[in-house]
């Protein structure tokens, strides 16, 4: 993504202005043949700077809108930089191909691997081919497919989670989509591969989770992950569209909560302007991680890791019993 | 004539009148007509006029499909906390404190042991008027363990299902994550031949349906029970129109295959009893 057309969200504007110097004093430069490279080094460090304060110190609610940035890497990026010879599947076999889903095979670093992950779209066409990543029961039942052919072969299977949530729609009703989560949900549960799963910007409620039972769960830094949407949150508790932000600080789901809450292994570091700052950066990063896990897992004895998998959601929840607190 | 003395006043202790209009009459919720309380509970709760199955108890579900005096009440004692430390218009403390006075129940979910017809069981009911049936950590755990009991004593396990809530917002992510938890246990359930079977009730919507509700061997439900994914306003916000009558009702459900059976609370402890004799142990 080049600086020139980047988007800035309202917390970002004085990188903006920074931003705007900068070109303006290039084209000084350029015009009248002045050397204020000095000048525009200073800058490209505050830029940097300021950058890294932001970011450092970002509310829950600007990690949501971070989350949700159109620039933020898609699934497809990360396909495009790290699949090899990607082999992408088509339809449930019953109704029809959901295009929010994508899911395929292809080479990762010479393995062979599944991969599957919500697509939201770059730009409004493709947004509104690919359903915003608002999956329809189609969508959970193709990624199933190919999650079971990555099990006959022993490959290792990868998924992005990327969505606002899963489509609320009549049709998408009609063609049970609670089935088509639970389903999802309980057969992940037991799919004899190895499964990680990386929130890469916006983890919707069920929507999410239809593809984000495994391993290995792992959110990028600025990413989010919630039972519900800030805007439902607030408008259902607070009777109030605007507590977003009140409603985004105490759903906790920004990637450090989370982890502390111990309902996910790992953060995935983000270059210091988010994801959209510099996706080539975060593709690789994103590899790496995904190389290292399929390693460590590959390791395991397949029985072994599936105990290991049931275990993990078995221990999920905070109850008391009479004055006992328990994990 | 003029009396002049002192007015006397006799003092009396206020008794409670009795109320005869409130509580007597009940409105039903989906056709608006008025029906007389005695009446209603002769029938089942279920509205003489158009059929809508009021919402019961727990209470009420136990006397509706247990023998009498059989249920074992289990892991009562089991609470919620507040992980989060949830800080909204009200706590989630609050929030509890208030359901549990209202309801008289713990929590939403209530298991144990029952006899339902000759079938030692396993019965677990989630009650839609505690947080709407939502499923928190506690909702979560004792689903599993009325699993695990069943699958330990084999015995079936019967799911009386209120869910309208779908995962408990006040525990965030932790109650998303019971959808895992409740749903990988049916994989168990499979694999050591425990039938399941799920009643829906009145609302079951959400991360309940998506989850342990739907994936049960036998799928039942109560007439007219609204049941689904998404939120039937959030469905009318998205495609911007009002939603045709009787759109994520049980008989619509029953239409696109999506249940065996909707069974009238007349008829369902003799259906309950008849499928659980079906795959007892022949003799």
Redesign the interface.
């Known amino acids: 993504m080049s600086e020139m057309q980047r988007k800035y969200l309202d917390f970002e504007k004085p990188l903006e202005e920074i931003e705007k110097n900068i070109s303006e004093l290039r084209e000084i430069k350029k015009r009248k043949n002045v050397d204020n490279q000095l000048q525009i080094t200073q800058l490209q460090q505050l830029f940097r700077e300021k950058t890294k304060e932001i970011y450092a110190n970002l509310t829950a609610w600007q990690k949501v809108q971070v989350a949700r940035h159109p620039q933020r890497p898609r699934t497809s990026d990360y396909i495009d930089g790290l699949i090899e010879q990607f082999y992408e599947f088509h339809g449930d076999r019953i109704h029809g191909d959901d295009p929010a889903i994508i899911a395929g095979i292809g080479k990762f670093r010479s393995k062979s691997v599944a991969i599957i992950g919500h697509q939201k779209g770059k730009d409004t066409e493709e947004n509104i081919k690919r359903n915003f990543g608002m999956a329809h029961p189609e969508g959970y039942r193709k990624a199933l497919r190919i999650m079971k052919i990555a099990e006959k072969f022993s490959f290792p299977v990868v998924t992005l989670v990327d969505t606002p949530g899963a489509h609320p729609h009549i049709e998408a009703e009609e063609r049970n989509q609670a089935l088509a989560i639970a389903s999802n949900i309980y057969q992940m549960s037991e799919i004899q591969t190895p499964i990680i799963v990386i929130i890469i910007g916006e983890g919707g409620s069920g929507g999410a989770l239809g593809i984000g039972v495994g391993d290995k769960i792992a959110m990028l830094e600025f990413s989010i992950y919630s039972v519900i949407s800030p805007e439902g949150c607030a408008s259902i508790l607070w009777k109030d569209q605007k507590a977003v932000k009140e409603a985004s600080e105490a759903l906790k789901l920004t990637a450090p909560e989370l982890l502390k809450l111990g309902l996910i292994d790992e953060i995935i570091k983000e270059p210091s302007g988010g994801a959209h700052s510099q996706s080539q950066e975060m593709i690789r990063t994103l590899g790496d991680y995904i190389e290292k896990n399929i390693a460590e897992l590959s390791s395991i004895e397949i029985n072994a890791l599936l105990e290991k998998r049931y275990e993990k959601y078995r221990n999920m929840g905070f109850y008391k019993i009479e004055n006992q607190e328990i994990l | 004539m003029i009396f002049r003395h002192r007015k006397r006043y006799i003092p009396i202790t206020p008794k409670e009148a009795p109320d005869i209009k409130k509580d007597l009459w009940q409105k039903c919720p989906d056709c608006n007509k008025l029906i007389y309380e005695g009446k209603l509970k002769e029938n089942f709760k279920i509205c003489p006029h158009c059929g809508y199955h009021f919402r019961l108890t727990t209470k009420e579900w136990i006397n509706l499909i247990v023998e009498p005096g059989t249920f074992e009440e289990l ?1 009562a ?5 507040d ?2 430390e ?5 706590t989630y403390k609050e929030k509890l404190e208030e359901e549990r006075k209202r309801t008289g129940l713990n929590e939403a979910l209530v298991y144990g042991r029952a006899m339902i017809g000759k079938t030692p069981s396993v019965l677990s009911i989630l009650d839609s008027n505690f947080i709407m049936g939502s499923m ?3 909702v ?2 004792k689903f ?1 363990r009325a699993c695990e009991l069943a699958m330990v004593e084999k015995k079936p396990i019967v799911s009386i299902c209120g869910g309208g809530g ?4 006040y ?11 409740t ?2 246990v ?2 168990k359930l499979k694999k050591t031949k425990t039938l399941y079977i799920s009643v829906l009730t009145d609302p079951t919507m ?2 309940v ?7 049960a061997d036998i799928l039942i439900a109560e007439p007219k029970a609204l ?5 039937p306003r ?2 009318e916000q ?2 911007k129109q009002k ?1 045709p009558h009787g ?2 009702r049980s008989e619509f459900l029953y239409q ?1 295959g ?1 249940l065996d059976q909707v069974v009238p609370r007349s008829n369902l402890k003799q259906t309950l009893t008849k499928i659980l004799t079906i795959f007892a142990p022949s003799q």
């Not at chain 2, 949830?86 to 009200?90: A, E, I, M, R």
């Not at chain 2, 349906?209 to 994936?215: D, Q």
């Open positions: 892991d004692n089991i609470v919620s906390v992980p989060l949830f800080k909204g218009p009200k928190g950590s506690v979560g755990e599993v779908g995962a408990r917002m525990e965030g992510l932790i109650s998303l994550m019971q959808m895992v938890k749903s990988q049916v994989g959400g991360g349906a998506a989850s342990f509700a739907f994936l049941i689904g994914f998404a939120g959030v469905i998205t495609i939603l759109f994520q696109h999506m």
